[in-house]
């Protein structure tokens, strides 16, 4: 009775401390690599050389800045002909025209507000008719694709727990059900791995 009690008290900890480590780990990763942007500024003007010590999560606070500065910067005429006369210059680079034209489409795709990936939640059947997963829509088939593909959308199935690896498939739009759910809830349920349920709302149709 008392191991049991020992174990039970022993994953109860467990429940709390692998999350908020896991947390930590993952912020003071992306300050370590966002403080690599502080190489950007004059010697003069790092942290330890103003105030005499190292400021944790400065370089966060400069990435976000100049971030946010090229964004108000690309959004004028100006700034516009610059990034065109920018991408026009990467286009004629063999290899890395091929890298970044790739990356700019997935990533336009992706943080577009006119875009429509993972702007919906859907349930598919994956690997095999009567297993069933959730997917995100991306779009249709394109190119040659779509000739051969007719009513069939496109998804992505993102692995559990890790939901930045999965699969594409281009499946029936019959056979596809959309979710009354947001994308970070069903991130949520895909990362949890089924544990942290989103609320039952009411049911959609498919598409």
């Not at 999350?19 to 003007?45: E, G, H, K, N, Y």
């Not at 063999?94 to 990533?107: A, F, G, L, M, T």
């Not at 095999?128 to 959730?134: K, L, V």
Request: proline fraction near 7%.
């Amino acid at each position: 009775m008392r191991r049991q009690l020992i174990k039970r008290y022993f994953i109860t900890g467990l429940l709390i401390w692998v999350p908020l480590a896991i947390t930590a780990w993952v912020l003071l990763l992306i300050a370590d690599v966002a403080d690599q942007s502080l190489r950007l500024l004059p010697a003069s003007m790092h942290p330890h050389n103003v105030v005499g010590f190292d400021i944790p999560g400065a370089g966060v606070v400069v990435t976000l800045a100049i971030i946010l500065a090229t964004g108000i910067l690309t959004a004028n005429f100006i700034g516009q002909r610059l990034v065109s006369w920018w991408e026009k210059l990467l286009a004629r680079i063999p290899v890395v025209n091929s890298i970044y034209n790739s990356v700019k489409q997935v990533s336009d795709t992706l943080f577009s507000s006119s875009g429509n990936a993972f702007r919906k939640a859907l349930l598919v059947q994956y690997p095999r008719a009567g297993s069933w997963t959730i997917a995100f829509l991306t779009g249709v088939p394109g190119g040659d694709v779509a000739n051969h593909l007719e009513d069939h959308v496109s998804v992505y199935v993102p692995t559990t727990p890790n939901p930045t690896s999965g699969f594409f498939l281009m499946l029936p739009r019959n056979e596809v059900i959309e979710l009354d759910m947001d994308v970070d809830e069903a991130l949520k349920y895909i990362i949890s791995m089924g544990v942290v349920a989103p609320p039952a709302r009411r049911s959609k149709p498919s598409l």
